[in-house]
């Protein structure tokens, strides 16, 4: 059974950093993307990075140059490093993970990142 947790969010003033972790169990990285989404209040949810399971990186055009995302094999985690935040990074944090040939989405319950000074 796939489980994913995120956390790492919180308040943090525009120009600053924030790491989002996500704990993963019963992923297996070379068979599974692993990706972090977010929902901005009354927009739909959109995809901020994915790594592919052959290790292909891909980043939404918004955060491309600011936000890391990066696999931990050891600990099974999946980060996102945030940097040069703006406001309108301020979104509830998903993590997301699907079989590299499809099936079941797996979600986390989501971690919310506000930026404001």
């Known amino acids: 059974q796939i489980q994913l947790v995120e956390s790492g969010g919180g308040l943090v003033q525009p120009g600053g950093s924030l790491r989002l972790s996500c704990a993963t169990s019963?992923?297996?990285?070379?068979?599974?993307?692993v990706d972090w989404y977010r929902q901005a209040p009354g927009k739909e949810r959109e995809l901020v990075a994915r790594?592919?399971?052959?290790?292909?990186?891909h980043y939404a055009d918004s955060v491309k140059g600011r936000f890391t995302i990066s696999i931990d094999r050891r600990n099974n985690t999946v980060a996102l490093q945030m940097n040069s935040l703006i406001t309108d990074d301020t979104a509830v944090y998903y993590c997301?993970?699907?079989?590299?040939?499809?099936?079941?989405?797996?979600w986390g319950k989501g971690t919310l990142v506000t930026v404001s000074s």
């Open positions: 997301h993970s699907r079989h590299r040939v499809g099936g079941v989405h797996h």
């Open positions: 019963g992923v297996t990285f070379t068979s599974y993307d």
């Open positions: 790594i592919h399971s052959d290790g292909f990186i």
